[in-house]
């Protein structure tokens, strides 16, 4: 009896120790097996496809990191093969008719004659400017948009452009992809952007970036103020002079831009 148990298949034996298999099914969510009360009642591909009442879910922490995930991802594939570039900001308000507006083009131009791509904030103003200058000499011309309420498009000298929700993504770009910047007169997003460089530089959390502002008579009380009250009351270390230069010369705030490619 023993042999014809040992030789007999396994559901034979079970059924001759009046035994049953457990389980009448079994569930595959991938590599992983449920059986029994594990078992759901609808698979992901239902609870996908499935309609939902409430759409509150769009609003919600876990989404809104889906969504910044997908902007880092959108903005690294749209600037990694960029080459050297360095980034122009300034007032959005800056009129065509203004000098400043001339020079911010001028410096355009000059960047993308040393096969260098300019960056901006993608707006009016100084940034379509040097948008306009790169595009018209050839060069490549990007615009990192952001929503606002009252923010138009893309200006329409921008050869590569995206817009983004959120202006920490946006900064993370203009850091990663520019080895310089011109600063040219603008209001708080402006100096918002010069002061975020400056802090990653004297921070350590990025190499060395060259950052020229033009126009004396709009920059120097600030920086004196800088650079005595707030150096003297021990808040800031000393700023490297090389790292940042004040000037009325758009040949040369190109220059210092271009010392962090060519170094």
Do not use: C
């Amino acid at each position: 009896m023993a042999d014809e148990l040992r030789d007999a298949p396994e559901q034979d034996v079970d059924q001759e120790q009046g035994e049953s298999t457990p389980f009448d099914q079994t569930y595959h969510r991938g590599p992983v097996i449920l059986r029994g009360a594990n078992i759901p009642e609808q698979t992901t591909t239902g609870r996908l496809l499935a309609s939902e009442d409430s759409t509150d879910w769009l609003h919600m922490d876990p989404w809104r990191v889906m969504r910044i995930q997908a902007e880092f991802v959108d903005g690294f594939g749209a600037l990694a093969e960029l080459g050297p570039a360095v980034s122009v900001f300034g007032s959005a308000r800056t009129l065509r008719t203004d000098p400043r507006y001339k020079a911010a083009r001028r410096a355009g131009e000059l960047l993308a004659a040393n096969d260098v791509a300019v960056i901006t904030g993608g707006g009016p103003g100084i940034m379509e400017a040097a948008n306009r200058g790169a595009a018209v000499a050839g060069g490549t011309s990007v615009g990192l948009g952001i929503e606002l309420p009252h923010e138009q498009e893309l200006n329409p000298w921008v050869t590569i452009g995206m817009t983004f929700r959120y202006f920490f993504v946006r900064k993370t770009m203009f850091v990663k992809y520019s080895s310089g910047a011109i600063v040219f007169p603008g209001g708080f997003g402006t100096l918002d952007e010069l002061f975020e460089l400056l802090t990653l530089v004297q921070t350590h959390k990025v190499k060395r970036v060259p950052v020229a502002l033009v126009g004396t008579d709009y920059w120097q009380g600030l920086f004196d103020w800088v650079t005595g009250t707030v150096l003297d009351e021990g808040n800031i270390s000393p700023l490297d002079p090389e790292l940042m230069q004040i000037t009325d010369d758009v040949e040369e705030a190109v220059s210092v831009a271009l010392s962090g490619i060519r170094t």
